[in-house]
């Protein structure tokens, strides 16, 4: 009749902790570490070992004595993804075990590395050391790597007041009326929308105001895809509208067509707010819309 296995358990465990000493050598990387430096030392054929040895593996050879400090960022080559860290592991939140070529090392330095995923470690992922608040000259005054920074996030926001004057109050005073405002250049003929006060082409001044139509052709356009607080619907189309009798386009939204139906030489109308809800303000044209007319051939 087979038996029950016999198990015997064992711990071994140094309750005051065990003491060894470094020797010269590693001695000297803890040192390092504590004034939160990394170095490698130098061997004859002049390769960097990190951390250090005090023999070359690839020879046998006793290595020169000749420290070198390296990084402290580096290369991961590559890396094991930890999702349940144990107790004994450095981090408590996943992370991965990585083998880390610091800048100016010829080998590789076994560490912890902090990121959200592991696709963010992937070879060749470049990091960089987090020390501890208080080194003492141990490999954990590393806490861990973390990958370089590559972008921030960051909070944006401006005030600022806008007066109105000269052409632009105009301007804006004729679409409270409900009128689309322009000017005409009497040297080179053409017709400015909003109205301004002297030609951009010849640099005359521009004594004709005209009252424009609020019909025109979408010349080129623009899907979006994030939410705008003035558009109908996401996704949304801004547009250039080359208003009729006018040479420049202006732009504004479009609306009341679905967003893949908009097309150049599309012709369009203003979509006014209520006159009993506009001031002298953009936001009384809600956005065009299609006229129904047939399409224009541009140019």
Same mark, same amino acid.
């Given at each position: 009749?087979p038996?029950?296995?016999?198990?015997?358990q064992?711990?071994?465990?140094?309750?005051?902790?065990?003491?060894?000493?470094?020797?010269p050598?590693?001695?000297?990387?803890l040192?390092?570490?504590r004034?939160?430096?990394?170095?490698?030392?130098?061997t004859?054929?002049?390769?960097?070992l990190?951390?250090?040895?005090e023999?070359?593996?690839?020879t046998?050879e006793p290595?020169?004595?000749e420290?070198?400090?390296?990084?402290?960022?580096?290369?991961?080559?590559t890396?094991?993804?930890?999702?349940?860290p144990?107790?004994?592991?450095?981090?408590?939140r996943?992370?991965?075990?990585?083998?880390?070529?610091?800048?100016?090392?010829?080998?590789?330095?076994?560490?912890a590395?902090?990121?959200?995923n592991?696709?963010a470690?992937a070879?060749?992922t470049?990091?960089?050391?987090?020390?501890?608040?208080?080194?003492?000259?141990? *490999?954990?005054d590393?806490s861990?790597?973390? @990958?370089?920074?590559?972008k &921030?996030?960051?909070s944006v926001?401006? /005030?600022? #007041?806008?007066?109105?004057?000269?052409a632009?109050?105009v301007?804006?005073?004729?679409?409270?009326r409900?009128?689309?405002?322009?000017s005409?250049?009497?040297?080179?003929?053409k017709v400015?929308?909003?109205?301004r006060?002297?030609?951009?082409?010849?640099?005359?001044?521009?004594?004709?105001?005209l009252?424009?139509?609020?019909?025109?052709?979408?010349?080129?356009?623009?899907?979006?895809?994030l939410?705008?607080?003035r558009?109908?619907?996401v996704?949304?189309?801004?547009?250039? *509208?080359?208003?009729?009798?006018?040479d420049? @386009?202006?732009?504004?939204? &479009?609306?009341?067509?679905?967003?893949? /139906?908009? #097309?150049?030489?599309?012709?369009?109308?203003?979509?006014?707010?209520?006159?009993?809800?506009?001031?002298?303000?953009?936001?009384?044209?809600?956005?065009?819309a299609?006229t129904?007319?047939?399409d224009?051939?541009?140019?």
């Open positions: 009749m038996s029950d296995p016999l198990v015997a064992h711990v071994l465990e140094f309750p005051g902790g065990y003491t060894r000493t470094t020797g050598v590693i001695g000297r990387f040192s390092e570490l004034a939160r430096r990394i170095v490698g030392v130098r004859a054929e002049g390769r960097v990190v951390p250090p040895l023999y070359d593996p690839a046998g290595v020169t004595g420290y070198v400090e390296v990084g402290p960022a580096g290369t991961i080559t890396s094991a993804w930890v999702d349940e144990l107790d004994s592991h450095p981090l408590d996943p992370f991965a075990w990585a083998l880390i070529r610091l800048d100016g090392a010829d080998t590789d330095l076994l560490h590395v902090e990121a959200d592991p696709k470690l070879a060749g470049r990091v960089w050391p987090v020390w501890r608040d208080r080194p003492t000259g141990h *490999i954990t590393i861990c790597f973390a @990958p370089e920074v590559t &921030i996030v960051s926001r401006a /005030e600022y #007041r806008l007066q109105v004057g000269g632009l109050r301007f804006l005073e004729g679409v409270e409900g009128v689309l405002l322009g005409r250049c009497e040297q080179c003929e400015y929308v909003p109205l006060l002297a030609c951009p082409e010849c640099g005359n001044t521009l004594p004709d105001t009252e424009l139509p609020d019909t025109g052709t979408i010349t080129t356009f623009a899907i979006n895809n939410p705008d607080p558009a109908p619907e996704p949304f189309v801004s547009a250039y *509208i080359l208003l009729d009798g006018a420049i @386009p202006m732009i504004a939204l &479009i609306g009341d067509v679905p967003a893949h /139906e908009v #097309r150049q030489g599309m012709r369009v109308r203003a979509v006014w707010v209520p006159e009993s809800e506009r001031t002298a303000s953009m936001a009384n044209i809600r956005w065009f299609p129904g007319e047939p224009v051939e541009l140019a």
